[in-house]
């Protein structure tokens, strides 16, 4: 298969000239900043704010790049991984003409992104088992099929898609291959990352918003050639992530041990979780999770759901979303919550 971004991107982001900040176009040491319009006097807090942040983040990019394995060149940040999803539309696909295809039920914001931006979004519903349905996505994939996003550990359904499935796609689709992985460190299966090498379509998404608990920070990852990395910086807003996101998150990338231990902790609640919900008796089933949530088919889910609401427990009610009627997806909390969980759903009648 050949692969040439230039024919994916838009036209018009190929030709235009991305803004240049003023730390763009000095980046190096000097004593006197009086390039970018600042507040040189200071900012009227304990830590001073007053200056631009770093518009590529280059410290962070090469923490990441340790962690991670990935050239920080080969890394785009993003405010949550919900703007690289937005950018990806943005760069790639023309309002009116081109489409992305998706597999319901999954991530809301696919869709809405591609709303936003006035692209055709072609659903291609998960099998049953919530796996892919290969000969339905060929169907639907045409000369416009810009992007397909591919949610592994699956969001409502908590499944992780067969690898090879996402091969063949990654294979044989011209357009992008977007992997998200939101919630990859809760996953048996591993990580696309080592494939970046291998497939110049691939974008693996990532996010600090779920296993390294700074969903308040909005920090989101994705990982790709430098070509289609180029492309996302180009679009992006000049200082799309703050300085106290960039230097918090460098700090928080020194409590890895922490986030692991909470991440064994997560799926050992998980499956106590699993066990105790499957044994109560208005528990239809109880769907496999890859993820730090589970996917719940009750007997009367919204009537329990607002049963939970009332003894102060919010669930989310996934009933009217494709696949999922009478379907409850429920976060993995610390065991206390859990317990407290099960023990209202025993109450209930
Ligand atoms: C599958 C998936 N991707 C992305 C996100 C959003 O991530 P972020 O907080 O980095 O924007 C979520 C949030 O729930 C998600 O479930």
Request: charged share 25%.
């Amino acid at each position: 298969m050949e692969f040439d971004i230039e024919t994916l991107v838009r036209e018009n982001i190929k030709k235009m000239k991305p803004y240049s900040s003023a730390r763009d176009e000095f980046s190096g040491e000097a004593s006197i900043f009086l390039d970018a319009n600042e507040n040189s006097f200071g900012s009227p807090l304990p830590v001073a704010y007053n200056r631009y942040p770093d518009p590529l983040q280059s410290k962070l990019k090469e923490k990441i790049s340790q962690i991670k394995g990935v050239p920080s060149k080969n890394i785009f940040l993003g405010n949550g991984s919900d703007e690289a999803i937005d950018l990806l539309f943005r760069a790639f696909c023309e309002p009116g003409i081109d489409n992305v295809i998706i597999f319901p039920p999954t991530y809301g914001m696919y869709e809405v992104c591609a709303e936003v931006n006035n692209v055709k979004i072609k659903k291609v519903p998960l099998t049953e088992k919530f796996q892919l349905n290969l000969e339905a996505i060929e169907e639907a994939i045409d000369s416009h099929t810009k992007l397909i996003f591919v949610c592994s550990p699956n969001n409502p359904t908590g499944n992780s898609i067969d690898r090879n499935d996402i091969e063949v796609l990654l294979n044989n689709f011209e357009g992008l291959v977007v992997i998200d992985e939101a919630y990859i460190n809760y996953a048996k299966q591993k990580t696309f990352i080592p494939e970046l090498t291998e497939y110049p379509n691939l974008v693996v998404m990532q996010t600090f918003s779920k296993a390294w608990g700074l969903a308040g920070l909005r920090l989101g990852m994705a990982f790709a050639g430098l070509p289609i990395i180029n492309y996302l910086n180009k679009v992006k807003y000049p200082y799309n992530i703050n300085q106290s996101t960039q230097q918090l998150a460098l700090e928080a990338l020194n409590g890895v041990d922490k986030i692991n231990v909470w991440v064994k902790t997560a799926v050992e609640q998980r499956e106590w979780l699993k066990e105790k919900l499957a044994a109560l008796s208005i528990t239809q089933i109880v769907y496999p999770s890859d993820a730090n949530f589970l996917l719940v088919k009750m007997k009367d889910a919204t009537t329990i759901y607002n049963h939970l609401m009332s003894k102060g427990i919010i669930v989310r009610d996934r009933s009217k979303v494709i696949l999922c009627n009478d379907s409850l997806r429920i976060t993995v909390g610390t065991a206390d919550e859990n317990e407290q969980l099960i023990s209202e759903l025993k109450e209930y009648k």
